[in-house]
């Protein structure tokens, strides 16, 4: 019998969608800029390359959606998936959005199609691993190492109670 995993998509919200948009526009309109400038010279070549490959290496890391499995919490992203072992699990709660503006992007795409990578926590001052479609309804996941993942989750206690339903449900096994 195969049981079915709660999941959980991440759905952009109107503000991203216009900042997706915005990055389109600057990364055309500076691309437009220095062939005109250049007349299609070794610079405009060497930034269309440029940001060409930022473009994909972004794509790629665009969070899709939420899952929790018998096993782990997996942060599925287009080629990518984040894994946090629910044995691992310290804690899960929600944040509230006030708490998400001393959160500064280090190696992290923000407002391109989402908000995903490391930022430093101004307060706390250490990293931390963010997936968001939306800059609201915050889930942070702190493993027994003390890294935190936040996601973004517009049914936060759905998925808070997934996980916890999960871990009871681990844990009662492995006994």
Do not use: K
Not at 7 to 19: E, K
Not at 97 to 121: I, K, S, T, V
Not at 146 to 161: F, G, N, P
Request: negative net charge; glycine residues 6%; hydrophobic residues 45%.
């Amino acid at each position: 019998m195969q049981t079915t995993h709660p999941t959980y998509s991440f759905r952009l919200d109107r503000r991203t969608i216009y900042l997706t948009a915005v990055h389109f526009a600057v990364y055309i309109l500076a691309g437009v800029l220095l062939y005109r400038l250049y007349e299609g010279g070794y610079l405009s070549a060497w930034f269309t390359s440029f940001v060409a490959a930022l473009i994909a290496l972004m794509t790629l890391s665009i969070p899709r959606r939420i899952a929790v499995t018998d096993q782990a919490v997996e942060i599925r992203c287009l080629c990518d998936i984040t894994e946090i072992r629910l044995d691992e699990i310290a804690s899960v709660r929600t944040v509230p959005q006030e708490q998400m503006r001393l959160h500064m992007p280090l190696f992290a795409g923000c407002g391109f199609f989402g908000y995903y990578g490391h930022f430093l926590d101004i307060r706390g001052f250490d990293t931390v691993l963010i997936y968001a479609s939306e800059w609201r309804n915050f889930v942070e996941i702190t493993d027994i190492y003390d890294d935190r993942v936040i996601v973004s989750c517009r049914h936060a206690a759905e998925l808070i109670a997934a996980i916890d339903r999960a871990r009871i449900a681990a844990s009662s096994a492995g006994q």
